[in-house]
């Protein structure tokens, strides 16, 4: 069936770098794009940034630009988020989700289970 | 950036009621807003895209309506499983959600 399986649980130490993968199964993975959105603890979802799996084009969040790289390996069907210089506020479950069939947007059909990044010292 | 801004940010709600979420965006986004359902400890669920149209597999109680500022979701009648909270989001260009709507047992 169609799904997006991601990577375990990560704990970082503050001004380390994390790296997310979202495996995608069941569908052709160059049709797509890929969003990562977060959740911190008890709070609402937070969009981080998009990938075309086409063409690499990418589209970040204004106050992640700096921090967050997208990658994709076309041979396993993976999409990578990396967040650097992670700081506690960084602590929030990671999700990737399916995004615009080949340049259309239908909202994020399909969701990875998500990922839990625990920044502490 | 556009803003997306969700009222109430709490209902109260029975099994049987008719219940409905707004959603208002800082600047028009055309049809381009998805609705989604997320129960605690899981992923957000598509529920409405392009405003007013229903994900595959969504029950027909849910509908979407409006388009460029102002947009709303109705439940038409509320089910047991339905209590959880809701998320508008745009994606006209960047994608943003709002910062949802919890739907709670009266």
């Known amino acids: 069936q169609v799904q997006l399986v991601q990577s375990g649980a990560e704990v970082k130490k503050p001004g380390a770098s994390v790296k997310v993968s979202c495996k995608a199964s069941g569908y052709t993975f160059t049709n797509y794009g890929i969003s990562w959105v977060r959740q911190a603890p008890g709070q609402g979802l937070e969009w981080m940034a998009w990938i075309s799996a086409y063409n690499v084009n990418t589209n970040y969040a204004q106050n992640l630009q700096d921090r967050v790289i997208l990658t994709t390996d076309t041979s396993t069907s993976t999409a990578y988020m990396e967040l650097r210089s992670l700081r506690s506020d960084d602590t929030a479950v990671y999700y990737c989700?399916?995004?615009?069939?080949?340049?259309?947007?239908?909202?994020?059909?399909?969701w990875g289970q998500g990922t839990m990044v625990t920044v502490s010292s | 950036d556009i803003q997306m801004t969700q009222s109430p940010s709490t209902l109260s709600a029975s099994v049987g009621d008719r219940v409905t979420i707004t959603c208002r965006a800082s600047?028009?986004?055309?049809?381009?807003l998805a609705w989604y359902q997320q129960k605690p400890g899981k992923a957000p669920k598509l529920l409405i895209y392009k405003a007013s149209s229903l994900q595959s597999g969504v029950p027909s109680r849910f509908s979407g309506s409006g388009s460029g500022t102002e947009f709303t979701l109705t439940i038409s009648s509320l089910q047991p499983d339905d209590f959880a909270t809701y998320y508008c989001?745009?994606?006209?260009?960047?994608?943003?959600f709002g910062q949802g709507t919890k739907v709670e047992i009266k």
């Open positions: 989700a399916r995004d615009q069939e080949l340049g259309i947007p239908r909202g994020f059909d399909i």
């Open positions: 600047q028009s986004v055309g049809t381009w």
């Open positions: 989001q745009q994606y006209n260009g960047y994608r943003t």
